[in-house]
């Protein structure tokens, strides 16, 4: 989070601050492009990018809180990975790569590396047994870090209904941990 700069940061980048745009894409890229990763997107790093070019294009007709600033570029991200999955939908799929080969980088601390992998790997996986709708709330509830009525918005669901879907998404994710007898 930006935090109590937020008011300058964002006065900054709609009036064009390099800087500006620069605070806001580290705070929100992370979170942004894990989303949409781990929502299956083919190419989660172009289509986080293709999200802030929209975001910096709309840029100076959002006026709003820091809040309401992540929820806003969620809908953004949430509509491009949309768009996305329908698009691929309608075109033939290329051959599948191995997502842990793309991972891999050479060097470093070998144990610290396979352990990562392994837990990015376990993560990805269980999010890939939920349902399109609970993932979505899930991983904006937790990468987003957007409230339940931030979440009803992105997705047009209402707060009940993102409620209902966290609580079984999060139900199915503790009964996968038991059944790999894994500690929640």
Do not use: N
């Not at 705070?27 to 299956?40: A, E, K, N």
């Not at 989660?44 to 309401?68: K, Y």
């Not at 009940?160 to 929640?184: H, I």
């Amino acid at each position: 989070m930006i935090g109590p700069a937020f008011p300058e940061v964002l006065a900054a980048a709609q009036a064009g601050a390099a800087w500006a745009f620069e605070v806001v894409y580290r705070d929100l890229s992370g979170p942004v492009t894990g989303y949409l990763r781990l929502h299956g997107a083919a190419e989660p790093d172009d289509l986080a990018s293709e999200a802030f070019i929209s975001v910096l294009t709309g840029l100076g007709s959002f006026s709003g809180t820091e809040a309401g600033f992540r929820s806003w570029v969620f809908t953004i991200a949430h509509r491009r990975l949309v768009d996305d999955l329908r698009r691929a939908g309608r075109r033939p799929q290329v051959a599948d790569v191995d997502e842990a080969v793309l991972l891999e980088r050479p060097g470093g601390d070998a144990e610290a590396d396979a352990l990562a992998g392994l837990g990015t790997e376990r993560v990805a996986r269980l999010c890939s047994t939920l349902p399109a709708d609970q993932r979505a709330v899930l991983l904006l509830r937790i990468l987003g870090d957007l409230t339940v009525e931030q979440v009803a918005e992105v997705i047009g669901r209402s707060g009940q209904a993102v409620k209902a879907l966290q609580r079984r998404g999060l139900r199915t994710l503790a009964q996968a941990f038991e059944r790999e007898g894994a500690p929640l």
